[in-house]
């Protein structure tokens, strides 16, 4: 059964941190690219960070370049996205997505909120 599970989402003050975490399962995640989405309520979900399936090459929307990072450990079937610098528009949920040519899969998100 394929599944990608979000973890580490929750309430921050702005200005903090969160590292998410994707764990992925039920196919080789090592093939894909793996990517972060977000979506904002009443707003389309948009990409914020992609990385290769080696990891050799991240992509960082430029709304979260400088502040976040995403990395992954193939070892470990998980990607991670490390988000510094927490604003109130960082609110949203974030969403896991692996993707090969042709397929690709979504996790649940996890909710994260900024605010004081």
């Known amino acids: 059964q394929v599944q990608l599970v979000e973890s580490g989402g929750g309430l921050v003050q702005p200005g903090g941190s969160l590292r998410l975490s994707c764990a992925a399962s039920?196919?080789?995640?090592?093939?894909?690219?793996m990517s972060w989405y977000r979506q904002a309520p009443g707003k389309e979900r948009v990409v914020v960070a992609s990385?290769?399936?080696?990891?050799?090459?991240?992509y960082i929307a430029e709304f979260v370049k400088g502040r976040f990072t995403i990395s992954r450990d193939n070892a470990k079937n998980t990607v991670y996205l490390q988000m510094n610098s927490l604003k109130a528009e960082d609110t949203a949920v974030y969403y896991c997505?692996?993707?090969?040519?042709?397929?690709?899969?979504w996790g649940q998100g996890t909710q994260v909120t900024v605010s004081s």
């Open positions: 039920g196919f080789t995640s090592s093939k894909y690219s």
């Open positions: 997505n692996a993707r090969v040519p042709g397929l690709e899969y």
């Open positions: 990385i290769t399936s080696a990891g050799s090459s991240t």
